[in-house]
């Protein structure tokens, strides 16, 4: 069945700890996107790739970092995580070459930082 | 700056309509999506609007005012799983979604 995989589903990590979320999707859309859902805030954006190869900044990327090396994947790292990047972590994508650029998210990944 | 506004909470009963607005200021517009989100769930598209009107899809319908920056997603003959979060989204001049926080909708029977 095609669409978007995350794993893990969820973490419990200790501060100042490296995780890296997975992503993967197979409907070959060209742009994928890493989202953080928090209570009363809606989604924000913290990182999109719109091809392979490229990556770029959203609304709140400081403490994560995102590599692009094929269409599949979209790895998000946390360097050495706080409890404030304990969110909901949402993994979408879309294909730029339609004309509505609908995404499609991920189940998610539950993380709590302690 | 861009905000997109929406009421966080509204409770309807079960057969009836309901009505989820949304207001939006962003740098510019492409375009208007709604997404429907089940508690511990991924959003899941529901509508798009990029055009001044109505589209109407089963027992949804969402309606556009660009002049206004309004939107409103309807909601008919309201099933107990209609019970889940409206998501508001715009995508601005740069091709980004930008998100409102989302209303529940609690159905009681």
């Known amino acids: 069945i095609a669409g978007i995989t995350q794993a893990p589903t969820s973490q419990i990590l200790a501060a100042g700890r490296r995780m890296t979320l997975r992503c993967t999707q197979d409907m070959r859309h060209n742009a994928m996107y890493w989202y953080r859902q928090d209570l009363g805030l809606g989604l924000r954006l913290i990182h999109y790739?719109?091809?392979?190869?490229?990556?770029g900044k959203g609304e709140v990327p400081d403490g994560y970092s995102v590599s692009r090396a094929n269409t599949d994947d979209f790895p998000l790292t946390l360097a050495s995580a706080v409890p404030s990047q304990t969110s909901v972590y949402f993994c979408a994508s879309s294909d730029l070459t339609t004309s509505i650029n609908e995404q499609f998210f991920g189940p998610g990944t539950r993380l709590t930082v302690l | 700056g861009q905000n997109i506004d929406q009421p966080t909470e509204m409770t309807a009963t079960e057969g009836a309509i309901v009505q989820i607005n949304c207001t939006y200021q962003t740098s510019g517009f492409n375009g208007l999506f709604w997404y429907q989100q089940h508690a511990g769930e991924a959003p899941t598209f529901l509508s798009y609007n990029v055009l001044d009107g109505l589209e109407e899809k089963g027992r949804f319908s969402s309606f556009l005012s660009r002049s206004k920056g309004y939107s409103y997603l309807l909601l008919k003959e309201l099933q107990m799983k209609d019970s889940a979060s409206y998501l508001c989204a715009v995508t601005d001049s740069n091709y980004q979604l930008i998100w409102g926080a989302g209303t529940k909708l609690i159905i009681k029977p």
């Open positions: 790739s719109n091809t392979a190869g490229t990556t």
